[in-house]
């Protein structure tokens, strides 16, 4: 399987379509949130649609610069794994939106809320033999640090890697955090900025290989 995983996009547009051409080809595209900029339900419709002339199958969570409009509206159109699993191809994946709380003026919902969304979906896709959690906060303490030297992820996020028997964790939110790490056995990506050209590359046969690509 081949996962294409397209970040913080923030309704720039172009680059979405320069990163989808640099990529080329994908089985899964993956959105982990902030589609949008503040912007409406028809803006990430339109980013949506822009990824499945791409590929087969796209999945989505919504960012704390999307909002409930646009979540509601990924639920309607098919895309969304918030608080829910799917299977495709055989991996399952399940998904977290928002972010904890931390800047205070987007949307930013409870430790409780981003674990309760976790923990339904990761039911629903608890006997697959691969697993992905596509979370739009990172893990708190992995691949989170912001420019101001302070931890931007998600505590029920982190938990979950010591519950949960996930492979990979696919975020962004935290722009500056690009990069990779592991912890209890599962590989965590961030993939970096869209909207700055970035984005990340995951082949799945026997074993997984990750690029972190810039276009």
């Known amino acids: 399987m081949r996962l294409l995983a397209i970040a913080d996009i923030h309704g720039n547009l172009k680059q979405l379509r320069r990163i989808l051409a640099h990529a080329a080809t994908a089985d899964v595209i993956?959105?982990?949130?902030?589609?949008?900029?503040?912007?409406?339900?028809?803006?990430?419709?339109?980013?949506?649609?822009?990824?499945?002339?791409?590929?087969?199958?796209?999945?989505?969570?919504?960012?704390?610069?999307?909002?409930?409009?646009?979540?509601?509206?990924?639920?309607?159109?098919?895309?969304?794994?918030?608080?829910?699993?799917?299977?495709?191809?055989?991996?399952?994946?399940?998904g977290v939106s928002a972010a904890a709380p931390h800047l205070g003026n987007t949307w930013e919902v409870s430790e409780e809320t981003l674990g309760g969304w976790l923990e339904s979906g990761y039911r629903q896709i608890a006997t697959a033999p691969r697993k992905v959690l596509v979370s739009h906060p990172p893990p708190f303490g992995l691949v989170d640090l912001a420019y101001n030297k302070q931890h931007g992820g998600s505590h029920a996020v982190r938990a979950a890697l010591d519950r949960c028997a996930l492979q990979v964790v696919l975020c962004g939110h935290i722009h500056e955090a690009r990069g990779t790490a592991q912890h209890n056995g599962t590989l965590i990506v961030n993939c970096g900025p869209a909207w700055m050209g970035y984005y990340a590359l995951v082949e799945w046969g026997e074993a997984m290989q990750v690029e972190l690509r810039e276009v």
Do not use: W, Y
Request: aromatic share 2%.
């Open 30 to 94: 993956v959105l982990p949130g902030d589609i949008t900029h503040l912007g409406s339900p028809d803006e990430a419709a339109a980013a949506v649609s822009l990824c499945r002339e791409r590929a087969p199958a796209v999945v989505t969570v919504t960012g704390n610069c999307d909002d409930e409009l646009i979540e509601k509206q990924m639920v309607k159109d098919g895309n969304s794994l918030t608080g829910r699993g799917r299977l495709i191809q055989g991996v399952g994946f399940c």
